[in-house]
């Protein structure tokens, strides 16, 4: 994660300094998530199919030679734009691979009960590499030549695979149906094991829903900035740290506390702390800006205490050797928010005052908690076992 941190931060600023496109830049960032939200669902059946630790690996070793063919690129003096598109989707593609990979392996060499802990971490990790990755990026890039840079990824990547060498991750037991399915089979399968629980269907839309609301204000943040905030760059550089930084405590308080016994009560108060705490933002004036960077700080925590348990839940209640296509499905559902949100919050801020999307969005996640409350299939979703599920084939 340290090196494709470090490689994406070189890409985009060596377009932005390349080309000063803002097309070009967004475009590279359609690449990178387009790949994961089109392939998403269509992976899923071979990461359950296939070796898990065997398909980290591969993931690990094929990201380091595309990055290898970028150096080679660059140290010959012949990269082209087309040519960063083409190895950033190809990344990209292996990434899908990967990340589903690793979260269906979680819960085959970790025991449930330190499931939310686990995730506690992880968070903890992905918010210090978001944190340091940037700078460690700036850092190599005024110290060393391009090509050295990414080399980095080639480094950490190799580091990667010798850790993954002599861990044992299991094949998981089979609780589907003992019938041999086709590909296709498998897919439409993934599909049915969802809506067919209740349960797992809910928290699934809730994640779908917040996902779609939260989408606008992080692309929309730079805008807030200039209309209310004096348009300081410095002031989104701390409000983007501030942020990180809570995400680092609260994944560290997750990993050291593991959450209410009920995993979805802890994942409820998460996300009101962080929609209340969006709400607040929204009243962020330049007067008040020290204050909306503590509020920004607790919204990283309440980021943290509600994406733990989440991961937490999946690994724990979805059969083992359904996450493959599950984490797939969820990735591909997660990730086409980002844009469709983007795609409605831009017309609704250039019609209304901008703030006011702060407070419309913190508002309808806040109701969405409380009312979850309420959903007793979403509240018993830990009381179901895999196997009661059984998806017609």
């Not at 204050?291 to 943290?304: E, Q, T, V």
């Amino acid at each position: 994660m340290f090196g494709s941190s470090v490689v994406g931060f070189a890409l985009a600023w060596y377009l932005a300094q390349k080309t000063g496109s803002a097309t070009i830049l967004s475009t590279a960032m359609m690449v990178n998530f387009i790949p994961q939200i089109v392939l998403g669902s269509f992976i899923g059946p071979f990461i359950d199919r296939w070796n898990r630790k065997k398909i980290l690996i591969y993931s690990d070793l094929i990201t380091a030679l595309l990055t290898l063919a970028l150096v080679v690129l660059f140290y010959t003096d012949t990269i082209q734009v087309w040519h960063i598109y083409v190895i950033m989707a190809a990344r990209a593609t292996s990434g899908s691979f990967q990340d589903p990979a690793l979260r269906a392996s979680i819960p085959l060499i970790i025991p449930e009960k330190y499931l939310v802990k686990t995730n506690g971490l992880f968070v903890t990790l992905r918010g210090a590499i978001n944190i340091v990755g940037p700078p460690a990026g700036a850092f190599l890039m005024e110290a060393l030549p391009m090509q050295w840079v990414l080399s980095v990824d080639i480094i950490t990547a190799a580091i990667a695979i010798g850790c993954l060498l002599p861990l044992a991750i299991p094949q998981p037991p089979r609780t589907a149906p003992q019938v041999k399915t086709g590909y296709f089979s498998d897919i439409k399968q993934s599909f049915r094991y969802l809506v067919a629980w209740r349960g797992l269907f809910m928290l699934v839309i809730l994640a779908i829903i917040i996902n779609f609301l939260v989408a606008p204000l992080n692309a929309l943040l730079p805008l807030f900035i200039t209309n209310y905030l004096g348009g300081d760059v410095i002031k989104l550089g701390w409000l983007g740290t501030t942020f990180g930084i809570g995400i680092i405590v609260g994944g560290l308080f997750m990993g050291a506390w593991g959450g209410f016994k009920r995993r979805i009560v802890t994942i409820l108060a998460g996300i009101i702390i962080w929609s209340i705490c969006i709400i607040l933002f929204g009243f962020t004036t330049e007067k008040l800006y020290y204050p909306g960077m503590a509020i920004r700080f607790l919204m990283g925590i309440g980021s943290a205490i509600m994406s733990a348990p989440v991961g937490a839940i999946f690994q724990a209640v979805v059969a083992k050797d359904m996450q493959g296509r599950f984490f797939s499905l969820y990735g591909s559902l997660i990730g086409a928010m980002i844009p469709l949100g983007l795609l409605v919050a831009g017309p609704v801020a250039d019609a209304i005052e901008l703030r006011i999307i702060w407070y419309i969005s913190g508002g309808a996640i806040l109701i969405v908690a409380i009312a979850a409350f309420f959903s007793r299939d979403l509240m018993n979703i830990e009381n179901r076992k895999p196997e009661e599920i059984k998806p017609e084939l």
